[in-house]
């Protein structure tokens, strides 16, 4: 099972307050009365009235504004590299409540070509990024490396062969770059031209869902495998690479703002 810091974090948060709201209702009184409150305050109570406002800020921030992720795999090359530390907006598709993952406040919706953090419904405890393709009630089709939305052909723009850093298991030789208008939102896509292009086929995006694509087309498990990913599951829209660290420090990549 995936390590839940969340719910480490809530964990600390209630062991936290617990401990000093104990020790204001049942022993700061008899302190008071000895005169010495500060003195004798036990070890416990005094870390926690210390931990507990940082904690909450910490849990605040993860919860309604922003959370870091590590890419671990090529799927989203070129715009996403392994090493890479991203942050993620949690604001933008609402603010949901820690571990529950219900959602209290309604802000916004994801927009075509969003990169998204989610949780996939066949791995929960798990969280994947890929680019949103199809909305709900969109007809998403994928043939001979060619993306179509609701019958209209997604162009793409040659850049050239690709010179970036290689997967750590996989070779990037005879891999290809190309610019995919996506609506308004134009966007790297990576293609090998020699590889047989995979899962083929026409998806009609259900209410309520989102089909979610890679931007390394022939190197991606996404909703051509496994299916829609429904709003729910959503965890925010990536914003920035804030680090990148594989085999050492990669200065170029700090503070890359992605679309």
């Not at 991203?86 to 209290?104: D, E, H």
């Not at 997967?167 to 891999?175: D, L």
């Not at 925010?236 to 680090?243: D, P, R, S």
């Amino acid at each position: 099972m995936t390590f839940d810091f969340a719910l480490v974090l809530l964990v600390l948060v209630a062991v936290a307050g617990l401990i000093w709201l104990g020790d204001v209702l049942f022993l700061a009184s008899a302190r008071n009365r000895q005169r010495s409150f500060a003195a004798q305050r036990p070890v416990a109570v005094e870390y926690a009235r210390s931990l507990l406002p940082v904690l909450l800020l910490i849990l605040g921030v993860r919860t309604c504004i922003a959370e870091p992720f590590k890419i671990p795999s090529g799927s989203m090359m070129p715009t996403l590299l392994v090493g890479d530390y991203i942050l993620v907006n949690k604001f933008s598709y609402g603010v949901r409540l820690p571990v529950l993952n219900t959602k209290v406040l309604d802000v916004g919706a994801p927009e075509r070509g969003d990169l998204v953090v989610f949780r996939p419904p066949w791995a929960p405890d798990e969280h994947w990024i890929k680019r949103v393709i199809g909305m709900p009630g969109d007809e998403v089709t994928y043939r001979n490396k060619t993306l179509y939305i609701n019958g209209e052909e997604m162009a793409e723009t040659d850049v050239g062969a690709y010179t970036g850093p290689s997967e750590p298991t996989r070779s990037m030789a005879g891999a290809e770059v190309k610019t995919e208008q996506l609506g308004a939102v134009a966007h790297p896509i990576m293609e090998f031209p020699r590889q047989h292009t995979g899962r083929e086929g026409t998806w009609r995006v259900p209410a309520g869902h989102y089909f979610m694509m890679g931007d390394s087309r022939d190197n991606s498990i996404d909703s051509r495998y496994q299916g829609f990913v429904p709003e729910e599951n959503l965890v925010g829209k990536a914003f920035l690479i804030w680090m990148n660290y594989d085999h050492g420090v990669d200065f170029t990549r700090l503070g890359t703002v992605l679309g």
